[in-house]
């Protein structure tokens, strides 16, 4: 049974700025105000903004062209982690349910230091150009690191 939208946003909507639940087949499942999930009905599949492991930035707006190699270009100024908590290396390209590129990626980095060093000189640097297109790399933060 997968969750309706409309008990998705009055799940959320309750919140208040705490941790509200989700609930499906699997149980129920924690939501952060500032993270998101994903609920199937029998998966334990579950999506977190805010990673874990070694400090990593969320790369969008590269074409669906783009390969693992490019990313390492793109990045190459900065200390990447040795890999990341899934176990690949420090650049994974976000693929969607049907394996197709999503034009996402995330980068791991060795300290939260380089990683806001990293998003802060490339957010919105143009990636390429494609004819008529000019392909801007927007870099968010994806960890627990730069408090205002």
């Keep these: 049974m997968a969750l309706s939208r409309a008990a998705a946003v009055a ?10 639940l989700l609930r499906s ?3 129920a499942v924690p939501r952060s105000p500032v ?4 609920a199937q009905a029998g998966a334990r599949r579950t999506f977190a903004l805010v990673a874990d492991g070694p400090p990593r930035l969320r790369l ?3 074409p669906y062209t783009a390969t ?12 990447l982690a040795n ?5 690949t290396g420090a650049v994974q390209l976000l693929k969607s349910r049907g394996r197709k590129p999503t034009g996402q990626a995330f980068v791991y980095f060795e300290d939260a230091s380089e990683a806001i060093r990293a998003k802060d000189e490339l957010h919105k640097r143009p990636w390429c150009i494609a004819g ?6 927007e870099v968010l933060e994806d960890f627990k690191g730069r408090t205002i």
Aim: charged share 20%; proline share 2%.
């Design 68 to 79: 693992v190699n490019e990313v390492y270009d793109f990045v190459r100024e900065y200390r």
């Design 11 to 20: 799940a959320t909507a309750g919140g208040g700025g705490r941790t509200a």
């Design 35 to 38: 993270g998101c999930l994903f």
């Design 60 to 62: 969008r707006g590269l």
């Design 132 to 137: 008529p297109s000019v392909y801007r790399v």
């Design 83 to 87: 890999g990341s908590d899934s176990g």
């Design 25 to 27: 087949a699997a149980g």
